[in-house]
């Protein structure tokens, strides 16, 4: 037995939004043989552009029952049956969340008439309900009520199940299969032609724009736990609707593939990914003159368009750097703004030191550019040689004076000891300060894969 359902909400996500009306369906294989259908109050007011769109204003649902009032006919109705919806994912995941709030747990296979429609009667101009039962000839008199709309898919899925010729159905409906999880406005053959690979994946919606990006170490596993649970978030609700297609590419191991992603997102910023956004070391050294000649070194939060002579990721481990060179080069702990206080200068000058005016501008200045390059030539150059996309080739990432310089893929005979040779065959990408620390850290994990230059050097 199928029990097709159509709801009515105050908004696009169960966890934060309530049902308005209910509508259920009970349908044999043949013909409804059931109907159910209810007016529920939401608990909270229904916005005015809601009220527009369904008719059913805050006056209509005062007496109306609430939802945990129906709860357990609803239920009822469900449990055991296939749940059936137009963007099921939609449907059910507002009834199971506010069937769980009354106490209830609703486990239900799942069909979607909107993929369904895709696969049964393809080439139609449109999919959302009104348009494909308008062009198909099916009637409907209460757009966007729940009771119209579950009697216009009821009457689609009749249709459906009589031209299934393909067995489409139960393909859906066996235990194995994913389809019902699927976003609603997805193919099947996107997620078939997914390799069990490491690499990055994108989503793109209905124009072709990429609205997330991510890696995977097994892109098929990955792409498909996107779709599992029924979460009910705004968030997901919306990510699931924009889901029309899938790309990918390919990347040999999952350091290629973190990085790319890291690249991918800020080449194209997509609508979906946060969490990498802002992925940057939040502070740096910088140098500045004051008035009477010297220069001051500081630890400050990064500033946009400045460019620190050295980036840290918080303010601990910089005030950490910033010690060593005091002790290493010399420095004035009060202008470099460790020593805060108006007691004698605990550097190494102490009464003598610059703070005081006893070291020249000149002079001090010198063991601040000392610093500096001690910074830079501390910067490790190195390359990282590991597994490639294929077995005749070798995934490559060369960091130089520690920035990223590029990546790429190189044969697996090519001898990568020669720097410049070596890029000849990367492609430069623009880094970041996150991209930086995973690499440095990934040598330090895996030295065996590093191609150390400095050392190739001291050989040589």
């Known amino acids: 037995m199928y029990a097709i359902v159509d709801i009515e909400t105050t908004g696009g996500h169960a966890s934060a939004n309530g049902i308005t009306e209910i509508a259920i369906c009970i349908h044999d294989g043949n013909e409804v043989v059931q109907r159910y259908e209810t007016l529920v109050n939401p608990g909270k007011d229904i916005p005015v552009y809601i009220q527009a769109l369904t008719g059913i204003s805050n006056e209509m649902v005062q007496q109306a029952p609430y939802f945990k009032d129906v709860a357990y006919d609803i239920y009822n109705l469900l449990q055991g049956q296939i749940f059936v919806a137009h963007n099921v994912n939609f449907d059910y995941s507002f009834v199971k969340y506010h069937l769980g709030a009354a106490g209830y747990d609703l486990q239900c296979n799942k069909l979607c008439t909107v993929r369904l429609s895709r696969k049964i009667m393809p080439g139609m101009p449109s999919y959302s309900l009104g348009k494909l039962c308008h062009h198909i000839g099916i009637g409907n008199s209460a757009r966007h009520r729940a009771a119209g709309d579950a009697d216009a898919t009821a009457e689609l899925f009749t249709m459906l199940l009589n031209s299934d010729k393909d067995n489409h159905i139960p393909e859906a409906l066996k235990q194995r299969s994913k389809e019902q999880v699927l976003p609603p406005n997805l193919h ?22 990429v609205v997330y990006v991510g890696k995977a170490v097994n892109i098929k596993k990955r792409v498909a736990s996107h779709f599992s649970g029924n979460n009910s978030g705004a968030q997901r609700q ?9 790309s990918y590419q390919e990347c040999g191991t999952e350091l290629m593939a973190l990085l790319t992603e890291a690249v991918e997102i800020k080449r194209l910023w997509p609508k979906f990914n946060r969490s990498q956004k802002k992925l940057e070391f939040n502070f740096g050294l910088y140098t500045y003159e004051d008035q009477r000649g010297y220069l001051r070194m500081a630890v400050d939060k990064r500033r946009k368009y ?14 950490n750097i910033m010690l060593k060179l005091i002790e290493t080069y010399q420095l004035c702990p009060k202008f470099c703004f460790i020593q805060k206080n108006n007691d004698t200068c605990t550097g190494a000058g102490q009464e003598y030191c610059a703070c005081t005016g006893h070291e020249s501008a000149e002079a001090y200045n010198y063991k601040i550019q000392q610093a500096i390059e001690g910074l830079k030539q501390a910067l490790p150059t190195f390359a990282i040689r590991d597994e490639g996309r294929t077995n005749d080739e070798h995934s490559c990432i060369l960091i130089e004076k520690g920035r990223l310089y590029g990546m790429g893929y190189i044969s697996h005979y090519f001898d990568a000891n020669n720097i410049s040779q070596l890029k000849n065959y990367l492609t430069p990408y623009p880094g970041n300060d996150y991209m930086h620390n995973m690499i440095i850290n990934h040598a330090d994990r895996y030295p065996w894969k590093k191609v150390d230059f400095a050392e190739i050097a001291r050989m040589a």
């Open 238 to 246: 919306e990510f699931m609707r924009n889901i029309h297609q899938i």
């Open 188 to 209: 099947r053959r996107f997620i078939e032609k997914l390799p069990p690979t490491p690499g990055v994946y994108y989503f793109h919606d209905n124009k072709g724009k």
């Open 306 to 319: 400045s460019t620190p002579v050295h980036t840290c990721s918080s303010l601990l481990e910089g005030h």
